[in-house]
C-alpha cells in the first residue's frame, strides 16, 4: 500500500522530466458493517486508506486486489466489477517516507464483495489495522484521498462539507476590519497556542511558523505561541497527543479526529494539495479563527 500525497496530473509530458511509474489496484468493500479500511504505516508516517497495493510484476490488476486485500484484512474477496481510475502525480519533495523522483501513480479500484476468510491484520508488513467504518465515521478519520475518491466511484459520498463549502467558511472568517483585528490583539493575550512535536519529525518548525502567521492574519499577534518537545512516550501520554506536529488552542486539538497515541511519531496532515506533514495555512486560520472569536467574546 502508498499512503502518498497527491496531485493531478494536470502538467504537460514534456515538463515532468524523469517520473517513477507505479499501478495499484485497491478494493471497495461495503456491506451491512460499512466500509472495510486499512490502516498504513510507513516509518512515522500512516493513515487509514482502501485494502489494496501494487501490482506486481506478470500479475492482473484484479488478481493484485484480491492477493492484497487477503494479505492486509483476512478477508477472501471477489472482484464485481472496476469502479474508476485515477492517475495521480506526487512531487518527489512530497514522497512519503522521503524525497525521490517524482511518481506517477495510476490507482485501479474495483467493487469487491467478501466470499471467505476472517478479519485478520497483516503481520510483517504495512498495515497495522484493520476495522469496518459507517460512512459518518470515515469522515473524521485521518486517511488518504484515495479513500474519498473510490468511495465516490461507489456512489457513497462521505458526509460533511466540501472543499468549496470549507474555502468559504475560510474566507468568511478570516475577514476582519482593522478595528476589530486591534481589539482583537489586545485580548488575546492570554491565549496559547502549544506545537507539540518530536524532534525525528521535520515539520514542527515549519507549523510554529505557520501558526504565527496565521493568528498575524487574523489580527491575533498577541497569542501566545509554545514549542514543547516530548520525548518519551510518558510525556505523549499525558497530553491529547496525535502525531507530531500536535497543535493546541488552549489545550484542545482543533484537528482532532478522536485518535491519539502515545507512539513518538510523526502526523499527517490532509491539506487541499494532499497529504502533508502540516496543515495548510488556510486551514490554519480557519482553526485559529475560534482564538479570534473567543478572545472577541
Same mark, same amino acid.
Given at each position: 500500500?502508498?499512503?502518498?500525497?497527491?496531485?493531478?496530473?494536470d502538467?504537460?509530458?514534456?515538463?515532468?522530466g524523469?517520473?517513477d511509474?507505479?499501478?495499484g489496484?485497491?478494493? &471497495?468493500?461495503h456491506?451491512?458493517?460499512?466500509v472495510?479500511?486499512?490502516h498504513?504505516?510507513?516509518?512515522?508516517?500512516?493513515?487509514?486508506?482502501?485494502p489494496?497495493?501494487g501490482?506486481?510484476?506478470?500479475?492482473?490488476?484484479e488478481?493484485?486486489?484480491?492477493?492484497e486485500?487477503?494479505?492486509e484484512?483476512?478477508?477472501?474477496?471477489?472482484?464485481?466489477?472496476?469502479?474508476?481510475?485515477?492517475?495521480i502525480?506526487?512531487p518527489?519533495?512530497r514522497?512519503?517516507?522521503?524525497?525521490?523522483?517524482?511518481?506517477?501513480?495510476?490507482r485501479?479500484?474495483?467493487?469487491?464483495?467478501?466470499?471467505?476468510g476472517?478479519?485478520?491484520?497483516e503481520?510483517?508488513?504495512?498495515?497495522?489495522d484493520?476495522?469496518?467504518?459507517?460512512?459518518?465515521e470515515?469522515?473524521g478519520?485521518?486517511?488518504?484521498?484515495?479513500?474519498?475518491?473510490?468511495?465516490a466511484?461507489?456512489?457513497?459520498?462521505v458526509?460533511?462539507?466540501?472543499?468549496?463549502?470549507?474555502?468559504d467558511?475560510?474566507?468568511s472568517?478570516?475577514?476582519?476590519?482593522e478595528?476589530?483585528?486591534?481589539k482583537?490583539?489586545?485580548?488575546?493575550?492570554?491565549?496559547?497556542?502549544?506545537?507539540?512535536?518530536?524532534?525525528?519529525?521535520?515539520?514542527?518548525?515549519?507549523?510554529?511558523?505557520?501558526v504565527?502567521?496565521?493568528?498575524?492574519?487574523?489580527g491575533?499577534?498577541?497569542?501566545?505561541?509554545v514549542?514543547r518537545?516530548?520525548?518519551?512516550p510518558d510525556e505523549?501520554?499525558?497530553v491529547?497527543?496525535?502525531?507530531?506536529p500536535? &497543535?493546541?488552542?488552549?489545550?484542545a486539538?482543533?484537528f482532532?479526529?478522536g485518535?491519539?497515541?502515545?507512539?513518538l511519531?510523526?502526523?499527517?496532515?490532509?491539506t487541499?494539495?494532499g497529504?502533508?506533514?502540516t496543515?495548510?495555512?488556510r486551514?490554519?486560520v480557519?482553526?485559529?479563527?475560534?482564538?479570534?472569536?473567543?478572545?472577541?467574546?
Amino acid at each position: 500500500m502508498s499512503g502518498e500525497g497527491a496531485e493531478p496530473t494536470d502538467l504537460p509530458a514534456d515538463e515532468l522530466g524523469v517520473v517513477d511509474l507505479r499501478v495499484g489496484a485497491y478494493a &471497495i468493500v461495503h456491506d451491512e458493517r460499512g466500509v472495510l479500511l486499512a490502516h498504513w504505516r510507513e516509518g512515522a508516517y500512516g493513515g487509514w486508506t482502501l485494502p489494496g497495493g501494487g501490482v506486481e510484476p506478470g500479475e492482473h490488476p484484479e488478481q493484485t486486489v484480491v492477493r492484497e486485500v487477503q494479505e492486509e484484512t483476512g478477508f477472501d474477496v471477489r472482484v464485481d466489477g472496476i469502479l474508476g481510475v485515477g492517475s495521480i502525480l506526487i512531487p518527489g519533495a512530497r514522497r512519503i517516507p522521503g524525497p525521490g523522483r517524482d511518481l506517477q501513480a495510476l490507482r485501479i479500484v474495483y467493487r469487491c464483495t467478501i466470499v471467505g476468510g476472517a478479519l485478520a491484520v497483516e503481520r510483517d508488513g504495512t498495515t497495522d489495522d484493520v476495522r469496518w467504518f459507517a460512512l459518518d465515521e470515515v469522515a473524521g478519520l485521518e486517511r488518504v484521498e484515495l479513500v474519498d475518491e473510490g468511495l465516490a466511484y461507489a456512489g457513497l459520498a462521505v458526509p460533511g462539507p466540501g472543499r468549496d463549502d470549507v474555502t468559504d467558511r475560510a474566507e468568511s472568517e478570516t475577514t476582519m476590519s482593522e478595528t476589530a483585528a486591534e481589539k482583537t490583539a489586545g485580548a488575546a493575550s492570554d491565549r496559547v497556542v502549544e506545537v507539540l512535536h518530536i524532534d525525528e519529525c521535520p515539520n514542527w518548525q515549519q507549523t510554529v511558523d505557520d501558526v504565527r502567521a496565521a493568528l498575524a492574519e487574523l489580527g491575533a499577534g498577541g497569542v501566545r505561541v509554545v514549542e514543547r518537545l516530548l520525548a518519551s512516550p510518558d510525556e505523549a501520554a499525558a497530553v491529547p497527543f496525535a502525531g507530531s506536529p500536535t &497543535i493546541l488552542v488552549d489545550g484542545a486539538d482543533p484537528f482532532s479526529t478522536g485518535q491519539t497515541t502515545t507512539e513518538l511519531a510523526c502526523r499527517v496532515y490532509r491539506t487541499e494539495e494532499g497529504l502533508r506533514g502540516t496543515p495548510s495555512r488556510r486551514q490554519l486560520v480557519v482553526a485559529l479563527a475560534g482564538v479570534v472569536g473567543a478572545s472577541r467574546g
